[in-house]
């Protein structure tokens, strides 16, 4: 079959033929139709990762065929027993087990699950790691409630804007941050009530004066700019924080914590079974990932690069031709 | 009646007659036989607190006499509807409205309270602040399991004694950190594991090779500490924050926040409920609040001032005879 292996690091992708992999018992081999790019695999080419072997195929979003039938995979492995956090053998999906960025792949027959019949490969291939992580980190961790109002920050990535079609289609009122005003522009024609220019020195008081403050905000950055978010949350307000971009957090305020009675919840990808309820809150509402640009198996390294310029808004696409 | 009364900030509080208070409608009059001091009290005399007015009877915690039967005051008001978090109006009894370093008190007849009978008048007036802030820091806000480690910070405060104590009743392992050998030696005594002293440079992994990591961590200081206590985390735990002496909280992780699926939560005093929740938990495990030193109303300032020194090991209390 042809795959994109990572050969060396630092090095591009390479377009191979390798051999088909074979199931064992208990587990599938899944036809790949999409993949889609997560910054995680661009890390990994970058050596940004612990515990790399090679040769390896990346990818840990795919969508395709088992048994005749559309289905995507489960983008994890190993989750434990323990809803609440994943156990020592957790793992994502193309690191080490070869993941979707290939004609073929074999994965736990478990984490083979219909695909919502309203999608594309593409959209379908881009929805599971970024929407099981906004999933988890909006409904499991900070327990939306409808009317609600939210505050996503880094608007554009893929999981921010799973997170903002989530919770428009919970029934909350959803502002944005971005350094980007044609993001922010975007993110208003998907159903964003306001957004600010993070670049701007009094951004915090023109959201508050567009919006009032916030139930819940979503966060990837932390940095110096996080004590901020927590003056821009209402009583109870809760923060969830799926990333770090910016480096560690400093100037936290104890007094706002406890007075407002704030909770700052840590949240990373989600279990197998909020992977399901994920897939059918995405049919209820018929929600379609956005998709970025949609690039051939052949041409995974031009798709690498826009991921690595942190242009695109959406998810980027493999299209997995046979 | 006889009160001890503010007159001025930064001066001694001056024992008067001042007029017996009178129940308006819905209101209780309360005989106190016993008070006890927060730090609060403390702040307040020194003008640290927003909104003082003068003069005014101090004062949280009470215990005494209604219609002839033993009873303790919620020690705050005006909570409002969302259990999650109290309301605009909210205020803790002692400023405003005056408090209980008096003979007498005028409450909400709905915030009198059967006192727990296993209790003496001191020991009761210790409870209601600080039972009422470690039950729902400890349980409806971190949901402490039987069998989970617990740490806290900062033994001998009264807030912190009390977690000990309702930690251990839950069937927590509990361990400790204070600047005070004395203090970790007492708190060994009344049933923690272990401790350390965290004016030593190495009492984070100190405590790691004695316990292993936490489930819950229960604190009152932030500051620049806080920052490590994340990484005494297991997996999913809780840090549940009720004050912030040592103030702003840096070099926070966000990758060990969301990696290990931590939860930070701030907390403050509690509702009525759950104010009623916690003296049913007293009784049933018969708990009884450590007292660290019990003064006369005429001493008040005698026992402000072992407020002040922060040598105290539980709480300081006022007796308040006819």
Not at 80 to 98: A, C, S, W, Y
Not at 173 to 198: D, F, P, R, W
Not at 309 to 322: A, N, R, T
């Amino acid at each position: 079959m042809k795959a994109l292996v990572l050969q060396q690091l630092h090095h591009p992708l390479v377009l191979q033929e390798t051999a088909q992999p074979r199931p064992a018992r208990g587990e599938a081999l899944v036809r790949l139709k999409a993949a889609a790019l997560n910054r995680r695999d661009w890390w990994i080419t970058q050596g940004q990762y612990s515990q790399i072997q090679l040769p390896v195929i990346l990818g840990s979003d795919g969508a395709g065929e088992y048994q005749g039938k559309p289905v995507v995979l489960y983008p994890a492995g190993a989750w434990g027993n323990d809803p609440r956090v994943q156990g020592k053998d957790f793992r994502i999906l193309g690191l080490p087990e070869n993941g979707t960025f290939a004609e073929w792949i074999v994965v736990r027959k478990q984490h083979v699950v219909p695909k919502p019949g309203h999608l594309s490969w593409e959209q379908a291939a881009a929805l599971p790691l970024a929407g099981l992580t906004a999933y988890r980190v909006l409904f499991s961790r900070c327990r939306l409630r409808p009317g609600e109002r939210v505050l996503i920050t880094g608007i554009g990535g893929g999981v921010a804007l799973m997170t903002l079609q989530f919770a428009l289609a919970a029934g909350a009122e959803v502002y944005v941050t971005s350094g980007s005003e044609v993001k922010i522009q975007k993110a208003l024609e998907i159903g964003a009530k306001g957004g600010a220019n993070y670049r701007e020195a009094d951004w915090g008081n023109r959201l508050k004066a567009q919006s009032g403050n916030f139930d819940v905000v979503i966060d990837s950055a932390g940095g110096d700019g996080f004590a901020a978010l927590m003056g821009l949350c209402n009583p109870a307000a809760r923060i969830g924080v799926y990333g770090g971009t910016l480096g560690k957090i400093n100037g936290l305020s104890p007094q706002i914590l406890y007075w407002k009675q704030l909770s700052i919840l840590g949240s990373t990808m989600g279990t197998l079974s909020e992977f399901k309820r994920m897939l059918g809150f995405v049919c209820q509402h018929r929600i379609v990932p956005a998709v970025d640009a949609v690039f051939p198996l052949a041409e995974g390294n031009e798709a690498m690069q826009r991921l690595a310029g942190s242009e695109q808004f959406g998810k980027v696409v493999l299209k997995i031709d046979e």
